[in-house]
T-cell receptor, first 118, second 112 residues
Framework: DAMVIQNPRYQVTQFGKPVTLSCSQT?????MYWYQQKSSQAPKLLFH???????NEADTPDNFQSRRPNTSFCFLDIRSPGLGDAAMYLC?????????????????FGPGTRLTVL | DQQVKQNSPSLSVQEGRISILNCDYT??????FLWYKKYPAEGPTFLIS?????DKNEDGRFTVFLNKSAKHLSLHIVPSQPGDSAVYFC???????????FGTGTRLAVRP
């Protein structure tokens, strides 16, 4: 089945120790997204790739970086995790196409990686 | 600034009854609205959507209503089933661009 896969599902890191989360997709979608979701809060978009074009949200901290080496894979790098970076990190994909009012655009989400910072 | 708001963090409904989940938005540029459903340990999955050119969209037991003047939408589930127990996220976007703005979610519990 075509899907969005995130590894690992649970990640524990130490304060200040760099960590990388990975996402892969078999949907062949050209857009990939990274969201951060803290407890009882809305998923918050960090950045997204439109093909190889990187689009950073204005309020995403510099501590967060991303790489997309090919269509299938996208990585989230947290250079120096702080306690406030503990959260669920969600990867999503979509296929960019002209907007159609009757054909909904939608994003497909992976199961998420829960990051704990000690 | 929360542009999409789900003011009820939780809702409990008896099986067979109607569940109504509400969502308000502040950005008048939003013209497409989606509902996602999330089970524990899984990612959100798309449920139903509506564009601003319509005021109602129905898919089986799920109906979404949009009131543009009030900047309000609601998701109706009827009849509710125990398998509907999940967190429901409202999301909004502009027709141009890829960005989804999410609400904080409503946890629905359907009691047998």
């Amino acid at each position: 089945d075509a899907m969005v896969i995130q590894n690992p599902r649970y990640q524990v890191t130490q304060f200040g120790k760099p960590v990388t989360l990975s996402c892969s997709q078999t949907l062949n979608h050209n857009v990939m997204y990274w969201y951060q979701q803290k407890s009882s809060q809305a998923p918050k978009l960090l950045f997204h790739y439109y093909d190889k074009d990187f689009n950073n949200e204005a309020d995403t901290p510099d501590n967060f970086q991303s790489r997309r080496p090919n269509t299938s894979f996208c990585f989230l790098d947290i250079r120096s995790p702080g306690l406030g970076d503990a959260a669920m990190y969600l990867c999503a994909t979509s296929r960019d196409r002209p907007f159609e009012w009757t054909n909904p655009p939608r994003q497909f989400f992976g199961p998420g990686t829960r990051l704990t910072v000690l | 600034d929360q542009q999409v708001k789900q003011n009820s963090p939780s809702l409990s409904v008896q099986e067979g009854r109607i569940s109504i989940l509400n969502c308000d938005y502040t950005n008048s540029m939003f013209d497409y609205f989606l509902w996602y459903k999330k089970y524990p340990a899984e990612g959100p999955t798309f449920l139903i959507s509506i564009s601003s050119i319509k005021d109602k969209n129905e898919d089986g037991r799920f109906t979404v209503f949009l009131n543009k003047s009030a900047k309000h939408l609601s998701l109706h589930i009827v009849p509710s089933q125990p398998g509907d127990s999940a967190v429901y996220f409202c999301a909004a976007k502009q027709s141009s661009g890829d960005k989804l703005t999410f609400g904080t979610g409503t946890r629905l519990a359907v009691r047998p």
